[in-house]
C-alpha cells in the first residue's frame, strides 16, 4: 500500500502545483490563460513521469477528459480505460493522465471521482 501513498501524495502535489499555475494564468488574457492552462497540463504529466510524444496531441487528449466524464452514465474508469486505449498507455499512466486532466481542465469534477480513486 506505499504505493499507493506515495501515489496519492504525487497526485496531491500535481494538483496542487496546476491549481497555482492556473490561478497564476487566470490574471493574464483568454489566450495566454490557454496557453497557461495546457503548459501546466503538459509540465504535470511530465512531473508525474507520464511521457507524450506530440504536447498538441497530449493537450487535446487532456481536453477531451472532462466532456467525456460528463456524459450520462460515464465514470472515471471508463474515461482512463478509453485513454489507455486511444492512447497506447498502460492503464496506470492512463489513470494518471485523467486525474491530472481532470485536476487541470475541470477542478471542480475532482471531489467527485477522489473517493473511489485514493481508498485503501
Known amino acids: ?10 497526485t496531491i502535489g500535481v494538483m496542487a502545483v496546476s491549481v497555482g499555475v492556473i490561478s497564476a494564468g487566470a490574471a493574464w488574457g483568454t489566450p495566454a490563460h490557454a ?4 503548459n501546466s ?3 504535470a504529466l511530465t512531473d508525474a513521469g507520464v511521457p507524450y510524444n506530440d ?6 487528449l487532456g481536453q477531451s477528459v472532462c466532456p467525456m466524464l460528463v456524459q450520462p452514465g460515464e ?7 478509453t485513454m489507455a486505449a486511444n492512447s ?21 469534477m475532482m471531489s467527485p471521482i477522489i473517493p473511489d480513486r485514493f481508498h485503501e
Open 1 to 10: 500500500m506505499k504505493w499507493l501513498r506515495d501515489s496519492q501524495a504525487t
Open 35 to 38: 496557453d497557461m492552462v495546457g
Open 41 to 43: 497540463f503538459l509540465a
Open 55 to 60: 504536447p498538441a496531441s497530449a493537450t487535446a
Open 75 to 81: 465514470t472515471f474508469d471508463a474515461v482512463a480505460a
Open 88 to 108: 497506447g498507455m498502460t492503464r496506470d499512466r492512463a489513470d494518471m493522465f485523467t486525474v491530472i486532466a481532470v485536476s487541470v481542465y475541470c477542478p471542480g
